[in-house]
């Protein structure tokens, strides 16, 4: 399987920057994310590796072969990358059975009957739709019309697999099941996959890595943990997270870490000690906590909201300028407009530089 390797890659449309210099490892059998809001680079980045875009600068590597380099213009065409691609749309041939569209490539090179045949039933069984065979598109639901897309690139035998969004056709069930199964394929093949999703819940749960981007630029790339845990800066802290992190502005000195606007004082643990100056105190919602009385870790606001979400409660806490986003178990009891101390886990707390939005403790 191959190592994917971007370097210094730029691609322009007139004035507009899609990419901007980007430096970029996606390593052998990984199942590698690009994520991002929209407009941020992400499909782009994609078609230049598959050799859609051509780049406007710099270089591709697909498994230690150069397909791509500005300098030289070599330009390796799509047919010769040994990718394949699975996009948003399915594509299917409607006056094709599920048999023939996923043999389709296999037709095309001419291979035998029976190496066809013997081909696309495996595939079929391996994406769980052995028995739709004789049926149209048109007969099928979406969850399966996806399934036989992907079924007609893995026939290839390529080493490379190149996913656009491919399920945000599918609704919210269709999509928790393709989830599991996309990554039970990486599993069990250990392919090189390179997704493309705006999707935060699609990265998490599938990825091995994740490289987050905006407007062209490259923010983090790391594992799902790290990027939810350890996020590079404030706009990946922002970004990523089901409830939005809580970002407070404040000053650390002596191991103390405060806000003199909304009477906040809180003592720092010792594996935060050394943080100082001006920073911005990052944290998750489960990292807070409705406590019962004050301590040197809690802050006094008024219960803005109580959301009750099944196995949780979402609450919303008003302190001076800041709603604080907590998410407290099930079966909490508080009501809006008690006042509440809110406990600060700030063992878990993520601190960045006040001006850049920069991770101070990253690395």
């Not at 190149?162 to 399920?167: F, I, S, V």
Request: hydrophobic share 40%; charged share 20%.
């Amino acid at each position: 399987m191959p190592e994917i390797v971007l370097k210094n890659v730029t691609k322009t449309f007139g004035s507009v920057c899609a990419v901007d210099d980007l430096d970029l490892v996606i390593p052998d059998g990984s199942f590698f994310t690009l994520l991002g809001p929209s407009g941020c680079g992400k499909t782009t980045t994609l078609r230049m590796i598959a050799g859609l875009e051509k780049p406007t600068g710099g270089v591709i590597t697909i498994g230690g072969k150069t397909v791509f380099d500005s300098s030289s213009w070599t330009i390796v065409p799509p047919g010769k990358r040994n990718v394949g691609l699975v996009f948003q749309s399915y594509a299917l041939w409607p006056h094709m059975t599920v048999w023939d569209n996923i043999a389709f490539p296999l037709t095309v090179k001419k291979l035998p009957m029976e190496e066809r045949k013997a081909k696309v039933d495996a595939v079929m069984q391996q994406v769980q739709i052995t028995g739709l065979g004789k049926r149209y598109p048109h007969e099928l639901s979406g969850g399966q019309q996806q399934r036989v897309a992907l079924a007609r690139e893995l026939v290839t035998g390529a080493d490379l697999l190149l996913m656009d969004e491919p399920l945000s056709n599918l609704d919210a069930q269709l999509r928790l099941e393709m989830r599991a199964e996309l990554k039970k394929l990486h599993r069990n093949t250990g392919q090189t996959i390179v997704y493309v999703t705006h999707d935060q819940l699609e990265a998490m749960t599938m990825s091995t890595h994740i490289a987050i981007m905006k407007d062209g630029l490259l923010h983090q790339v790391a594992s799902p943990d790290d990027i939810y845990c350890k996020p590079a800066n404030t706009f990946v802290a922002e970004f990523i997270g089901g409830l939005p992190i809580n970002l407070i502005e404040a000053s650390a000195s002596g191991g103390i870490i405060e806000n003199e606007q909304l009477h906040m004082r809180l003592e720092l643990p010792d594996i935060h000690k050394t943080v100082k100056g001006k920073v911005t105190l990052g944290m998750r919602p489960e990292e807070l906590r409705i406590a019962n009385a004050p301590s040197k870790t809690t802050v006094k606001g008024t219960v803005d909201s109580v959301l009750p979400a099944g196995s949780e409660v979402l609450i919303r806490v008003r302190i001076g300028e800041y709603g604080l986003n907590i998410k407290e178990r099930r079966g909490i009891s508080i009501d809006m407009g008690e006042e509440a101390y809110v406990d600060f886990n700030l063992g878990e707390a993520v601190f960045f530089d006040a001006d850049s939005g920069v991770n101070l403790l990253a690395g």
